[in-house]
């Protein structure tokens, strides 16, 4: 296991996270331990030492991690047996049964930048490639595992602080040539990891490659389950269905909804590298006869399909754009037989794909693509305004994966570099339940192209709530080959605009209350659900704590015949949020501050003068949110926000238009 260890380690920081779990099949004893730690601690109890040796490396860039068995004694562990306290060096240990953590041997202090001498490199090939020689040439066994943990960054960010592709194949190309080992499964215990990219670059070297396609937001695999697996001579298809049930089952206890991990078999899913180029081909001939189209087509069917952290990261569900692409009805390209291969290559490649109910387009692969959102997220790029730049860097740190794609997204990115918006705005139409408008553009718009509800209140404030549905795009070509006319066409539900209201929450502390976009998802994917969050702040007072923590809550909810019902709620640690993005769970006793919705009737401009009510924690589960609605002293109004895909300006909206 290689573990480079991040601020969830911090002490400070475990005893927030780890506080308690009580839902069925979690463990309760985490108290005070980072997820590594925690992980090292089910280790070492599950660890069966005559038929399993576990060998760890760490190591850390991030600074001030080195604890005092006062500081972690302080959040609630045990130092003595299972807590790695030094991170600043990078070391090898042993998992035992009665020492706990056995050291085997320093390899010196971890260079926290690129100016530092006399230090150990920990994202380098040739740092990772010797842990993996030493461990299975010092510890011979019939199976190799291999897990990396930290955080992750997909296919150009890659793991860790800044290890690349390039230098993760180096690391398994070291171990191969000196050993000739090949690992039953290599695992990422780490964000957005599951990438068709890195899947295909470290095929040669192992059975099975596991992740998530998603964040994983610091949710430790349950290694001490897998542990006992093992030393229950479970198979390996038997470890990759612990692997995955355990992450997927303890993610969603924990709050933690949108949570997807699978398992693929390395020898079928390079196949992936030549079918995707087969596609490239096609699209880039399409692209020679009609840039416009051809360009706005792939892009439509990206901004149609699931991407993951949050779209900063280029990050889209193969299979779910292959879907889109299948279904890009407003255009006559066909690209339905080459799709076909590539969705038969995922079906035999992945074995186990766990994902939740608000991940519903997960497939289990995830690829690159490049989009003007990701700009902020990649220094190299972060000051040019074109996609040429983010190609080129993801061609740089996918070596070998397929030359046609990248060359494909070499010709059709330029028609977003060189050609400029221009948009022409017709007014809204209603008809029924459904809401239309027409614009003629260069580019296409996003299917997640807005309706907004605006409405305006007595003090001047305007609240704006959004409104999705069944979206309908089509397009034809304008007299100017490359302007294409759109319409855009909405079915809401809604009869009347009145049906389609706002609600918020009001945070505690505040005086204004915080509107709560609103999404209603009709069937756009098939299932009719209504799937909104919403955030704000409470007050939680503990016995024996100092200061009170102010906590932000993020909760998920959805109205189920006519009521509106909260999934899932989320918290983070407001003074320390750089630090916190963990669920918190809630102890017997824990006191909650709220404000009191159950008087208000009417219209509520604030909630400066709403009283506040106080509950005492019986469990976890002690707080039960109150969403109120809106209630406006004029007619709503509707308007489009049409989110282009260059983004020159991602509010470009149509004339405002009242419904009565």
Known sequence: MYIEGTTYEYPKVANIFFDEYTSEGIKTDALGYGPANYMIKGMIENLNPENTNIIIQTGSKEPNMTWTDEQIAEAGADPAKYYLKDWSKVSRWQITKDEGLKLLENKGSVCMNITDTNCVDINSGDTIGDFLTYGVEKYPADRYIVIFFSHGGGSIN???????????????????????????????????????????????????????????????????????????????????????????????????????????????????????????????????????????????????????????????????????????????????????????????????????????????????????EQMPYFQDCMHLTDLGCLVNLYSGKVSNFSDEYIS?????????????????????????????????????????????????????????????GDYMITAVPDKNPDNYKYTITVDTGYEQTIDANLFAIAPYGTTDYSPIRVVIKKSIDNFNATNT??????????????????LLATFRYSKEDGKYIIHDTTFSDQDNKDELAMPFSFQAGDIITIPDYSSVTGRAETNANLPSYTITCSSEKCVEFNIVPFEASETPKFRFNINNVKNDDPYITAEQTTFN
């Not at 991990?261 to 590298?273: E, N, P, R, Y």
């Not at 570099?417 to 022409?424: G, K, R």
Request: with cysteine.
């Open 158 to 372: 890659g793991f860790g602080s800044g290890t690349t592709l390039p230098e993760m194949q180096k690391a398994f190309n070291i171990a191969k040539t000196k050993t000739n080992a090949e690992f039953d499964i290599i695992g990422f215990a780490a964000c957005l990891m599951g990438t068709a990219e890195w899947m295909h670059g470290l095929s040669d070297y192992g059975k099975y490659y596991v992740a998530s396609e998603e964040r994983e937001t610091g949710f430790p695999w349950l290694l001490g389950d897998i542990t006992s697996g093992i030393a229950q001579n479970y198979t390996t298809e038997q470890l990759l269905d612990t692997i995955t049930s355990t992450y997927y089952q303890y993610s969603a206890k924990n709050g933690k909804q949108a949570t997807n991990i699978s398992a693929v078999d390395l020898k079928q899913v390079k196949a992936l590298s030549g079918a995707l180029g087969e596609l490239s081909k096609k699209i880039a001939d399409d692209y020679k006869a009609d840039p416009a189209k051809t360009f706005n087509n792939f892009y439509v069917a990206l901004s149609r399909s699931n991407n993951y952290g949050e779209g900063g990261y280029g990050l889209y569900d193969l299979q779910s754009v292959i879907n889109s692409l299948n279904d890009t009805t407003w255009y006559d390209l066909d690209y339905s037989s080459y799709n076909q291969n590539i969705t038969d290559i995922i079906s035999n490649s992945v074995k186990i794909n766990k994902t939740s109910p608000f991940l519903s387009e997960s497939y289990g692969i995830s690829f690159y693509a490049p989009n003007f």
């Open 408 to 468: 494909m997204l070499d010709n059709i990115t330029e028609y977003g570099v060189n050609t400029a918006t221009s948009i022409d705005v017709s007014t809204i139409r209603k008809d029924g339940t459904k809401y239309s408008i027409d614009y003629t553009s260069n580019f296409a718009p996003s299917y997640n192209s807005t309706l907004e509800l605006v409405r305006t209140y007595d003090n001047g404030a305007t609240r704006i709530g959004t409104v999705e």
């Open 533 to 550: 969050v919403a955030k704000t702040l409470l007050l939680l007072t503990r016995e024996g704590e100092t200061p009170n923590k102010k």
